[in-house]
């Protein structure tokens, strides 16, 4: 199966800071999901990518599907308390399953 | 509203007894999953089921079952024969198993030893 390698594992920043974190798979994908699971609850679908150089935004969040299909970046501006919690990047060539990174544990000290 | 409902939100197992754990979709999608999550790691998938009547072991399935009598509905059930049952587990669907297909969860269900 693929192989997703995740990172930083864990950040530790301070309240409006900007965050980035990123995703590098072992082969060609299709698709790039970033999630985000707050503490007790079930992961949350932040954004979709589908196409190579792709950037997309949702708020403060912006995530781009890297030029060669093997990496992904998720960048998160003006960082605020709200935002702790465990980033997931997801995955995967067409017609496979989806496959989950490691997760990045992100603290934000007020 | 559509969603996955997991219960029981928490749940305590005795030593020796099988527990069984509820996933109910009204999204009417085709793919079910179950994931267990250890503190401070990621998803580690135990099965998944792509349609009715059918399922496969994932990464971590040994002392785990499941069933999938109806679309709706894909329940786990840990076994005695899981030694180490404490984590949190997480239920998911997706409209058919491919990448391109986002996964949506639960809200888990933290099971714990007595």
């Known amino acids: 199966g693929q192989q997703l390698n995740q990172s930083p594992q864990s950040m530790f920043i301070q309240e409006g800071e900007d965050v980035s974190m990123n995703c590098t798979s072992s082969s060609i994908f299709n698709t790039w999901l970033w999630y985000k699971q707050d503490p007790g609850e079930g992961p949350v679908l932040l954004i979709a990518l589908y196409k190579a150089g792709e950037l997309t935004s949702n708020g403060r969040l912006t995530a781009q599907f890297g030029i060669t299909r093997k990496d992904s970046f998720l960048n998160i501006s003006a960082s605020i308390p709200s935002d702790v919690g465990i980033y997931f990047c997801?995955?995967?060539?067409?017609?496979?399953?989806?496959?989950f990174g490691e997760g990045t544990q992100l603290t934000v000290n007020p | 509203d559509g969603g996955i409902t997991q219960s029981p939100k928490y749940l305590f197992r005795k030593e020796g007894q099988n527990v069984t754990l509820s996933c109910e979709q009204n999204?009417?999608?085709?793919?079910m999953y179950w994931y267990r999550q250890d503190p401070g790691q990621g998803l580690r998938l135990i099965y998944y089921s792509q349609i009715v009547n059918d399922f496969q072991k994932g990464d971590i399935a040994e002392g785990y079952s499941v069933s999938r009598e109806k679309k709706e509905s894909f329940p786990l059930t840990v076994t005695s024969a899981q030694k180490n049952p404490t984590a949190f587990y997480l239920c998911?669907?997706?409209?058919?198993?491919?990448?391109?297909?986002?996964?949506?969860f639960g809200d888990g269900t933290r099971l714990s030893i007595l």
């Open positions: 997801a995955g995967g060539p067409s017609g496979s399953r989806l496959t």
């Open positions: 998911a669907s997706s409209i058919r198993i491919d990448s391109n297909q986002p996964q949506h």
């Open positions: 999204l009417n999608h085709d793919a």
